[in-house]
């Protein structure tokens, strides 16, 4: 499973980029929401606010990340040959953008015509990702657990979507739906199926390649995507109408499955030959320590009954889960990913006399650190509003800056990468003068 990487069909740099570097933004409108709304927003799952919240960062932050890197991932890692991806991201990333806000507002407004807005646009964007993508993924010959990762992902995101669709043609039409069955399915594909499963995919390529760990087990990486899916399958089963009573036992094999992929990525990271820590090995290990926690605390909530029935149990995971797990290990990403593309493109641009800057110095070590402390510091003041809710507010203004000193950071990047281009540009039109 040693990462082979294929550039000839890499996507221009542009693609990924826009994505990246307007996903933080959104984390910064969650934690500005979080602070207007004040001590409200967080005591139940089922809040407008907390779901306002909730999808700024899961199809705001999260999709847009996730979709820009699996259209630079996609063709490098997996050679899977994406049909113009130039003009698919012109068509989805403004799509995307707009259908966050949008749902977002109908979140917080509850009006009907916000919702139907926001599931028409997801639908059209989804749809034109996923089969773009779906085959792009289908079609290609390469094989290994990081493939079958990626396309169970991608089928993650549609039935994510699909659900999320009905839920909101539902709100914003008024129609009768068992709307808690269709949300704990929806959101179990949405952070299992799709989220969890992408961040698995990409990390058995690159946790070896970039922190020089030893490879996932090939046995246990291929397994644990398929148990995951059973998983996902057995959980569904409560859209028939019929609670069955192994519901419990389904949830907690779920967080049994992340557990031992979290357990598995510490130990590797522990065993890596060099020993060097950088901000993504630190996000990677906050991300996986969070995936640890939400197995314990799950466990937790289904042995003790009166805890897991009081209503901050659910909002508690899910602190977890969306900035705790997926935010932290997106932004370690990033921080890799941004600095490696900046160095490739410039390397494969050549030129007289202007050498590509080293690619420690894309971002800067320490505005890097600093953001990823600030971030761990926002995780646990967001935990502690949902035991103290008159701290919400603190917690949602510092979960916005960290979010926007990370954009602050990625646009840095993105910058370096176009001074020096402009450079060799400038050079190379120089010397052939
Ligand atoms: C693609 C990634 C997505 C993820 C990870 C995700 C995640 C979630 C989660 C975790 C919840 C439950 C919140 C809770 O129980 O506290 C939820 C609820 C909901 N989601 Fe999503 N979602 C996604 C996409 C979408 C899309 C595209 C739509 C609509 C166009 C949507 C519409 C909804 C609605 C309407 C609810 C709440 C329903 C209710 O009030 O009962 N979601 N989602």
Redesign the pocket.
């Known amino acids: 499973m040693h990462p082979n990487l294929s550039f000839e069909q890499a996507p221009p740099i542009s693609v990924p980029y826009r994505f990246f570097v307007t996903a933080p933004w959104f984390g910064a409108a969650a934690g500005l929401l979080l602070a207007w709304l004040g001590p409200d927003a967080l005591v139940?799952?089922?809040a407008?606010g907390?779901?306002a919240v909730?999808?700024l960062l899961?199809?705001g932050f999260?999709?847009q990340a996730m979709c820009g890197a699996l259209l630079q991932f996609a063709p490098v890692a997996a050679g899977g040959n994406v049909w113009r991806p130039r003009l698919l991201a012109n068509a989805v990333h403004p799509l995307l953008a707009t259908?966050a806000l949008v749902?977002a507002a109908?979140?917080v407004s509850s009006f009907g015509p916000l919702?139907i807005a926001?599931?028409s646009i997801?639908?059209v964007a989804?749809a034109a990702y996923v089969v773009v993508v779906g085959l792009a993924l289908r079609r290609t010959p390469a094989q290994g657990a990081t493939l079958m990762a990626l396309r169970l992902a991608v089928v993650g995101?549609a039935v994510?979507?699909t659900?999320?669709?009905t839920?909101?043609t539902?709100?914003g039409n008024g129609r009768s739906l068992p709307?808690?069955e269709?949300?704990?399915v929806?959101?179990a594909?949405?952070?299992g199926g799709?989220?969890l499963m992408l961040v698995m995919g990409v990390s058995y390529f690159v946790v070896p390649m970039f922190q020089l760990t030893p490879p996932y087990p090939l046995r246990l990486a291929k397994a644990l995507p398929l148990a995951l899916v059973l998983v996902l399958g057995l959980w569904s089963w409560q859209l028939t109408g019929s609670a069955a009573p192994w519901q419990t036992a389904v949830l907690l094999a779920g967080m049994l499955l992340a557990a031992v992929y979290a357990a598995t990525t510490l130990v590797l990271q522990a065993r890596r030959r060099r020993k060097v820590a950088d901000p993504t090995l630190y996000f990677f290990r906050g991300a996986m320590t969070c995936l640890l926690l939400i197995a314990a605390f799950g466990l937790w909530f289904a042995v003790d009954a009166e805890a897991g029935a009081d209503p901050r149990a659910?909002?508690w995971i899910?602190v977890l889960?969306?900035p705790g797990v997926f935010v932290s290990a997106i932004s370690g990403m990033l921080y890799k990913i941004i600095p490696f593309l900046n160095w490739l493109h410039l390397q494969r641009l050549g030129g007289p006399g202007v050498m590509p800057p080293n690619i420690r110095e894309m971002i800067p070590a320490r505005t890097m650190t600093g953001q990823m402390w600030l971030h761990f510091a926002a995780v646990a003041g967001l935990l502690l509003a949902v035991l103290q809710p008159l701290l919400t507010r603190p917690a949602g203004l510092l979960f916005a800056a960290s979010c926007a000193w990370l954009g602050v950071n990625l646009a840095g990047g993105v910058r370096t990468y176009l001074r020096f281009r402009d450079r060799m540009l400038a050079s190379a039109a120089t010397s052939a003068s």
Do not use: D, K, Y
């Open positions: 139940s799952r089922w407008p907390a779901l909730t999808h899961v199809v999260m999709l259908a749902l109908a979140f919702f926001a599931a997801f639908a989804i995101l994510t979507a659900l999320g669709i839920l909101a539902g709100l709307l808690i269709i949300t704990l929806h959101a594909w949405g952070l799709w989220a659910a909002v899910g889960a969306i």
